[in-house]
């Protein structure tokens, strides 16, 4: 990668993230700390507004305006993928949105790009045969980006009926379907609940009661 290309990267990275650490940056474009300052510097030089918050990170002011991001033909093709395979594992919301997505970065290619991705929209299919229990998916997505306690009836494995209050902290997929990873008030701890034994799911609109949560990865690596 050049450095022109680099900088338009590392610009896009700034641009979609709240707070960059330039060890992440060192990490993503595989540069040294010291070539990522150097980079940040040339950033400022020509005009970006770049902030540092100490434990933070680098941040972008709020309030400035930078123009759409152009895509390249492989990128769009990317989400357009993406797209496809929100039929098979995502409900009806989440597929809509990304519809939606689509077609908003459509508007940001040039006519041949948006010609060939249309072409090659038609030619991606993901056929969705077996049933998923999604429906609740985007509820979820919701609570979990405003922090707010849900309130579920639920089947476990053994097939016990139980209602709940619980504090999702993300998402998984495995085992072929959709988990919550949550706070669990019942049993006062981290519970992993199957969205296909959820048989009905509200939002309490109440914010998170619990003061501080583990990560998801934290949580995945109790399981070894």
Request: some cysteine; aromatic content about 10%.
């Amino acid at each position: 990668m050049n450095r022109v290309d680099r900088l338009m990267g590392i610009l896009t990275y700034l641009q979609s993230h709240k707070y960059v650490m330039a060890e992440r940056l060192s990490e993503k474009f595989e540069i040294s700390i010291r070539t990522v300052y150097r980079d940040i510097r040339a950033l400022e030089e020509i005009g970006i507004p770049i902030s540092f918050e100490n434990n933070k990170g680098y941040f972008i002011v709020q309030g400035y305006f930078l123009p759409p991001v152009s895509l390249t033909s492989g990128e769009a093709n990317a989400l357009i993928l993406v797209a496809a395979l929100a039929h098979r594992f995502t409900d009806k919301t989440t597929t809509r949105n990304t519809e939606n997505a689509i077609e908003k970065i459509r508007t940001v290619l040039r006519t041949s790009e948006k010609e060939k991705s249309e072409q090659f929209s038609n030619r991606v299919k993901v056929l969705n045969t077996q049933p998923f229990a999604n429906q609740y998916l985007s509820d979820v997505q919701q609570a979990i980006a405003d922090q707010l306690i849900l309130k579920i009836e639920y089947t476990d494995a053994h097939q016990r009926k139980t209602s709940r209050e619980i504090e999702p902290i993300g998402m998984i997929y495995y085992t072929e379907q959709w988990h919550i990873i949550a706070w669990c008030w019942k049993r006062n701890d981290y519970r992993d609940f199957r969205m296909g034994q959820i048989n009905a799911l509200t939002s309490t609109g109440k914010p998170f009661k619990k003061k501080t949560h583990i990560s998801l990865d934290d949580h995945i690596r109790t399981w070894k």
